[in-house]
Nanobody, 122 residues
Framework: QVQLVESGGGTVQAGGSLRLSCAAS????????WAWYRQAPGKHRELVAR???????RYVDSAKGRFSNSRDNDKDSLYLQMNTLKPEDTAVYYC????????????????WGQGTQVTVSS
């Protein structure tokens, strides 16, 4: 059974930094893309950043220049370095493993982490 566990959330003052981590465990053969999403109270969940299997990254406009997404394939892990945090970054952050395969077949599924709270005070 595959599980994703996030860590690194917390409370920080505006202008500060946090580094989120997401580790996948279980029977994992490959992970195509990884992504970070966030959901603020009363709002829809939104995509923050995605990184492909080739290491190509994309960010939501509000995160460009401040957030950096990286992955460690050997550790089946994903990271999000968040700098110059703003109060509007406050949300629960979720990692998502996209098209995760557990064997050499073409079968793959998406998996979500449980979320980690990030709170930025003004």
């Amino acid at each position: 059974q595959v599980q994703l566990v996030e860590s690194g959330g917390g409370t920080v003052q505006a202008g500060g930094s946090l580094r989120l981590s997401c580790a996948a465990s279980g029977s994992i053969f490959r992970i195509d893309d990884w992504a970070w999403y966030r959901q603020a109270p009363g709002k829809h969940r939104e995509l923050v950043a995605r990184i492909t299997s080739e290491g190509n990254t994309r960010y939501v406009d509000s995160a460009k220049g401040r957030f950096s997404n990286s992955r460690d394939n050997d550790k089946d892990s994903l990271y999000l370095q968040m700098n110059t945090l703003k109060p509007e970054d406050t949300a629960v952050y979720y990692c998502k493993a996209e098209r995760l395969g557990t064997d050499r077949s073409l079968r793959a599924h998406d998996y979500w982490g449980q979320g980690t709270q990030v709170t930025v005070s003004s």
